[in-house]
Structure formats: C-alpha cells, structure tokens
C-alpha cells in the first residue's frame, strides 16, 4: 500500500474519506504508544467520538523523549528571539527535556497531579513552552490565557478551569509599554469565585513584583530540590488542554484536545501540509494564547523533531519592518506561518519590500495565512516579495489543524486568491442550505462538517457535553458547525466568507461581540446596545459600539462613549481593540425585535444590502446610515 506521504492530494482525501481507520492508524504509527489503541475510532457513544479508544500515548513523551532516544539529544528544539528585550537563546532537545521535566516535578511538589488543570498566563518566553509541556508531561490539564486580556477574563477562565495552580509572570513587553501581569493575576484571583491555591511567579527585569506569601512562589524556587518527573501514562483520550475561546455570549468556550488523536494529526499535518520534517525550523508568528500557538509553535514542530520559533516581537516597530526577514535569515525558517494582518501591517509600512535587502531568505519554501479572511491583495504582495508559494488556509479553535488548505507535503495545488484551497484529508466539508440540504457549487451556505470530526477537533467542551451539542451539532444533525458561511466551486476550492454568529476578526483574534454587548449594556446610562465589526485596512475588521441611552440621561455624549471604551478595555482587554463607540437614537429591528446588525455592518462597510421585509421601522435604518455618515463611514479602505 503506499505511504501516506507518498499519495497525491486526491488518493490520500479519498482514502481519508473511505478507509478513516486505516488511514489514521496508519499515521498514528509514526508516534510511540505506551499501548496501542484497542478501536481506532469509538463510536459507542456517537455524537462524542473517541479516537485511539483504549491507547496509551504521552505528547510529552512524543514531543521530547522520542527524540532524545533517536539521538537527537543536542539539536535545537526552540529558537526563543526576543525583538523585545534583544534577548537570543537556542534550546536543544535534552535542555528542554531536563527544563519540562524539572518544572514537572515542581508542579507535582505543589500538588497537582493527573487530571488536574494548570492555567498559564504567560509572555512569549520559552518558560511558557515549558509549562505547557510539564503539563502534558505529567497528565495535568493546562489551559493558557492570551496576555492582552483584562482581569475579569482571566476570572471567568479560572473558574471555569478551575486550576490548582496558575503559572504566571512579573510582565509581558508590548511596545513602548510593560503589561504588568501580576496585578492583573492578583485582581483575577480575587474577583474569581475559585480560589487558586498556588502561583508560580516568573520574574522579568523589567516589572518588579510583591508575591502573596503563602500562595506565590518564585519560579526558581519552586524547581529548585525536585525531583525531575517522568511521562504520566495518560490514556489517548485523557484531557490535554482547555483552550478558552469566543463564542457568541461574554461566556467563552473551552474547547477541549486529547493526547492521541491529537498528537497524531499534528504530526501527520506537519509533514502533509506545511511539507516541513525532522530537522527542518518552523516558526508560527503568532502567541501560545491563541490556537495557533498552542499547535504550530508548541506541540506540532516539537512532534516531529523540528526546531521551532518562539518570538516576542511584532511584525513591525520591533524595531522597524524587516523584523520578520531577520528571524528567517537567522535561524533559516523553512516554513513561516502567521496571520494576514501581519503582512498588511508590513505592507503598510515597506510596500516596495526595501527592508528585505540585506537578509538571505533563501531557507524559506513556504508563508502560510490563517486566522482570518485573507484577502488577495495582500497574498499577492507576499507571493511577489517572497517569491514562495503563499498558502492561505482555514482553521479555527476547534478544529485544532486545518480544515482547508493547499497539502503542500502531498501535491501543491494551483492557488486561486480568496480560496484556502480544498478540503484537507480527514474533513468532510460540506455546504448546507437553511433547509439541511447540500446547496450547488457556487451557492453560498452554512460551512459543516460531517462527523465524526478526524482526530485533533474537539472531542467536546470541557465539562459542558451539552453547551457542545448545542453550539455545534445541533444546527444540522450528524454535522458540525463551523459557525463560518461560504462556498465551494466547480473545482472543489472553498471560500470562507463571513461568520454566521457574533464573533469577529480583529488582527486575526478572535472575539465576540456579542461579549462586549454585555459588557456596555452594564453601564447605567445605556438601555440598549449593539457591537458590530468594520471593515478596516490594517485589521481586517475591527469593533464599532452602538449605544441608545436611557429616557432622561443628559450627560454629553463623548463623555458617555469614552467611559464605553474604557468599560471594554477593563473588562475584556486591549486585545479587543474597542476604540470607537456612538450615541444612537434607536436600533433597527425587526418585528420580532432582532437588531439589524449584519445590515448596519453592510451601510458601514459600504457594501449593497437588502431592507428586510419583516423590519419594524425602516426610518431607523436610515437615522443610523446617517450617524455612521457623521463619523465617517463607509471609509475607503
Ligand atoms: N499582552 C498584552 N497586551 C497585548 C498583547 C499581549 N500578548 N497582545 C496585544 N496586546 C495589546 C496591544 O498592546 C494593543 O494595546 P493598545 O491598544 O494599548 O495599543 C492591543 O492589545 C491590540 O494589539 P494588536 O491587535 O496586536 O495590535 P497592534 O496595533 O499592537 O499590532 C499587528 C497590530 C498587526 C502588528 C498585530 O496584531 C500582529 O502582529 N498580528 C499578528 C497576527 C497574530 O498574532 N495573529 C494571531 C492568530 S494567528
Ligand atoms: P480562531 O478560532 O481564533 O482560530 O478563529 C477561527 C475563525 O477565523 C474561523 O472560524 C474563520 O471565521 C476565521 N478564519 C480563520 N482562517 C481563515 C481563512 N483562511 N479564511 C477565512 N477565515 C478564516
């Protein structure tokens, strides 16, 4: 039988679709089984699948040890580049493996054991790889937080989570200012209902911090006389991570990842997709808070012996925007992964690709997009300044890989600009209409997938089996929803168009509206709101705030919106990037009293819509045509 990286794109889509057992056993081979599975994929208690069912796998074991055993003890394992601090440091497999196991100890002295979550809250410092990976060393469930959020998301995340302990440190370094992650921590812990019992504290030069005696611990001090911790026997199916992300409340979503399933489409994707193997450096641009970085900087280059980029920095202003041609020419990047935004905002700044001059790029093959839509333009420049194949792709939190892309490890497709490719092997991806039925090629629907969803994809929420069948199977039984809008066409080739939901892509995060509807709907003057995303050129899109006040209010209105956009920064972070809010008579609606959000997105956006015909008032429609005029929209971007 031929191997499945020897088979072009359409034989190995195929026999992903007819022969699923055989083709992921088959790429589970390539992992070392403490025991092997006894089904390759239970369905006994569909719709929650279990893959590898009755399998014995340590990632931890397969990210480090295997290595070391295969003679790779002395091979770079991170290349950590700090644009922020000038700080360079290279990690060989057998530092890393002494590093990981020494804090696996550390964690296991101050009581977490098997099966216990871990939240990590953490800068982009070779110390939170470290975390993740004593975590999946000894069993324990680690969830990280992305550093732009404020205090109250890590609250709802800790309880949620419910840590033992919570790995943190004194700071995060943005430009031209320290987050000081320590007195965010502390608000967090004292605002959750959950009480954290231990925190290990990672000192930075650049904040000094107070820890809380009893309950903190410096990170030296709490590896220092450990002993080293050995692989846990985690069972395949046995919790690796919790990941939080948005979804359509302020009540965000824990998407959950096993050990086997997942170890083994990572693996199998780095060689298939990105065409990157053993030896070879990979650097995913992006930070271990989001999905992104939890599989394409931490666990899938590791699974397959590569070494992997870890960068604090930006694309730009760090310090100017050949910050990503040094990283390639330095450490030879073969494969670089990041969002669109990243090359907009290098586009922006250098169009004719002058700071390219005098870095060698010549390691790099390939510049993968995600994280949103990519638009042509931009994938375009990229190609004709890199003069790589530039691969948008599409994938999202739960999925945990791509959904679609050009397999690059298999057969390099032709690239239509606006299009992620085709379905990758593993994802039966189809369009349906509002009536369940498949809509024509070129026919724009619901994107879904029909299960069971390959190994990797959630296998459900954590500890909310039912919040999982509600959010994603319920839509359309036997599939699962994306949540994204699009079509395919007559070639096969998909295009992901919109969100169907609440969420939108600001620079590539994730975040929901919908969250921070809650948000300004807590303050006393407001009666009404509604958030809606803009386009905007740098960003993609970013949030815009809409807020109808309350009968008999007479405060002056930029004194109200600027309190709105100080209530989002507080209490969802910087990360969401709510910079703009408006004072609005009245929302349209509909009969029914639904806002006519996706309608005023299309006035701002400047973009054709259609007048429903169950709206309640159509003069509304055009009073907020009128006060998006007033504040410039539509922009031309
Ligand atoms: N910790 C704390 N704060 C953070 C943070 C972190 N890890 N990351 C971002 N922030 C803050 C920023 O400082 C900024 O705060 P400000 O409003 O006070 O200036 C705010 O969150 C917005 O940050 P960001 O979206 O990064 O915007 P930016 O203007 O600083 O940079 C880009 C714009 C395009 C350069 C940047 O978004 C980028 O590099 N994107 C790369 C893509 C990416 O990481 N995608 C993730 C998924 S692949
Ligand atoms: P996240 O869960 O943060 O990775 O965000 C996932 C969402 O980002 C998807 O559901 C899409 O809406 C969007 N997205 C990611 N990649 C792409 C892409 N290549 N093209 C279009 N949208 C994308």
């Known amino acids: 039988m031929t191997g499945l990286m020897e088979m072009d794109y359409q034989t190995a889509f195929r026999r992903s679709m007819d022969e699923p057992e055989s083709f992921w056993a088959e790429a589970a081979e390539a992992l070392v089984w403490e025991r092997k599975w006894d089904s390759v994929l239970n369905d006994s208690?569909?719709?929650?699948?279990?893959?590898?069912?009755?399998?014995?796998?340590?990632?931890?074991?397969?990210?480090?040890?295997?290595?070391?055993?295969?003679?790779?003890?002395?091979?770079?394992?991170?290349?950590?580049?700090?644009?922020?601090?000038?700080?360079?440091?290279?990690?060989?497999?057998?530092?890393?493996l002494e590093e990981v196991a020494l804090f696996g100890g550390a964690l296991n002295k101050l009581g977490?054991?098997?099966?216990?979550?871990?939240?990590?809250?953490?800068?982009?410092?070779?110390?939170?790889?470290?975390?993740?990976?004593?975590?999946?060393?000894?069993?324990?469930?680690?969830?990280?937080?992305?550093?732009?959020?404020?205090?109250?998301?890590?609250?709802?995340?800790?309880?949620?989570?419910?840590?033992?302990?919570?790995?943190?440190?004194?700071?995060?370094?943005?430009?031209?200012k320290v987050v000081h992650y320590k007195p965010l921590l502390d608000q967090a812990i004292e605002i959750a209902r959950h009480k954290v019992q231990r925190c290990v504290i990672l000192p930075r030069p650049e904040a000094a911090v107070e820890l809380v005696e009893g309950r903190d611990i410096w990170w030296a001090?709490?590896?220092?006389?450990?002993?080293?911790?050995?692989?846990?026997?985690?069972?395949?199916?046995?919790?690796?991570?919790?990941?939080?992300?948005?979804?359509?409340?302020?009540?965000?979503?824990?998407?959950?990842?096993?050990?086997?399933?997942?170890?083994?489409a990572l693996h199998w994707s780095m060689g298939a997709i990105y065409n990157c193997h053993e030896g070879d450096v990979f650097w995913a641009a992006s930070d271990i808070g989001w999905v992104v970085g939890h599989s394409y900087i931490c666990y899938a280059p590791l699974l397959a012996g590569c070494a992997t980029v870890l960068y604090e920095g930006k694309p730009v202003g760090t310090p100017d925007p050949g910050a990503f041609w040094r990283i390639i020419s330095e450490y030879n990047v073969r494969t670089l992964f990041t969002a669109p935004t990243a090359f907009r905002a290098i586009k922006r700044e250098d169009a004719a690709g002058k700071y390219l001059d005098g870095y060698d790029i010549s390691s790099l093959k390939y510049l993968f997009l995600a994280g949103e839509r990519c638009d042509p333009d931009t994938l375009e420049w990229a190609a004709s300044e890199l003069h790589v194949p530039v691969i948008d792709h599409w994938w999202q939190t739960e999925t945990g890989w791509p959904i679609a892309s050009n397999c690059e490890g298999l057969e390099h497709l032709p690239i239509k600009p606006g299009s992620p490719t085709k379905a990758v092997p593993g994802w039966d991806v189809r369009i349906l209409g509002e009536d369940g039925e498949e809509v024509a090629d070129g026919d724009t629907?619901?994107?879904?997938?029909?299960?069971?969803?390959?190994?990797?994809?959630?296998?459900?929420?954590?500890?909310?089996?039912?919040?999982y069948i509600s959010s994603y199977l319920e839509r359309y039984p036997g599939y699962f929803l994306t949540g994204d809008a699009g079509y395919r066409d007559e070639d096969g080739y998909l295009y992901i168009m919109a969100r169907i939901d609440d969420i939108i892509n600001v620079a590539g995060h994730r975040l929901s509206t919908g969250g921070m509807e809650e948000?300004?709907?807590?303050?006393?003057?407001?009666?009404?709101?509604?958030?809606?995303?803009?386009?905007?050129?740098?960003?993609?899109?970013?949030?815009?705030?809409?807020?109808?006040?309350?009968?008999?209010?007479?405060?002056?209105?930029?004194?109200i919106t600027r309190e709105l956009v100080k209530l989002i920064r507080e209490k969802i972070g910087p990360v969401a990037y709510f910079k703009q809010a408006i004072v609005v008579e009245r929302?349209?609606?509909?009969?029914?009293?639904?806002?006519?959000?996706?309608?005023?997105?299309?006035?701002?956006?400047?973009?054709?819509?259609?007048?429903?015909?169950?709206?309640?008032?159509?003069?509304?429609?055009?009073?907020?045509?009128?006060?998006?005029?007033?504040?410039?929209?539509?922009?031309s971007i």
């Open 112 to 176: 977490v054991q098997k099966g216990d979550r871990v939240v990590i809250y953490m800068p982009m410092v070779p110390e939170a790889l470290v975390a993740m990976l004593a975590c999946a060393r000894i069993g324990a469930v680690h969830s990280v937080v992305f550093g732009g959020f404020a205090a109250k998301e890590l609250a709802t995340r800790i309880d949620d989570a419910q840590p033992k302990v919570i790995v943190s440190a004194t700071c995060g370094l943005e430009p031209a």
């Open 519 to 559: 948000v300004l709907s807590a303050h006393p003057d407001v009666a009404e709101c509604a958030v809606i995303g803009v386009a905007e050129r740098l960003k993609g899109e970013v949030p815009l705030g809409m807020a109808v006040l309350k009968s008999g209010v007479t405060r002056p209105h930029e004194e």
């Open 445 to 467: 629907g619901n994107i879904v997938v029909k299960l069971p969803l390959p190994p990797g994809a959630l296998p459900t929420l954590w500890h909310d089996d039912q919040g």
């Open 587 to 635: 929302l349209p609606k509909t009969r029914s009293g639904k806002i006519l959000r996706g309608v005023m997105r299309k006035i701002a956006d400047g973009k054709p819509y259609k007048v429903p015909g169950t709206i309640d008032d159509p003069d509304a429609l055009d009073e907020i045509g009128g006060s998006l005029k007033a504040i410039g929209y539509p922009k």
């Open 221 to 264: 001090d709490a590896i220092t006389d450990v002993e080293p911790a050995p692989c846990a026997p985690t069972a395949a199916t046995d919790p690796l991570y919790v990941l939080y992300t948005s979804g359509t409340t302020g009540k965000p979503k824990g998407v959950l990842r096993d050990h086997g399933g997942h170890a083994v």
């Open 45 to 96: 208690e569909a719709p929650f699948y279990h893959w590898f069912s009755g399998g014995q796998i340590n990632t931890c074991y397969n990210a480090i040890d295997r290595h070391l055993v295969a003679g790779r003890r002395n091979k770079p394992a991170i290349y950590y580049d700090s644009a922020m601090t000038g700080t360079k440091r290279t990690i060989t497999y057998g530092e890393l």
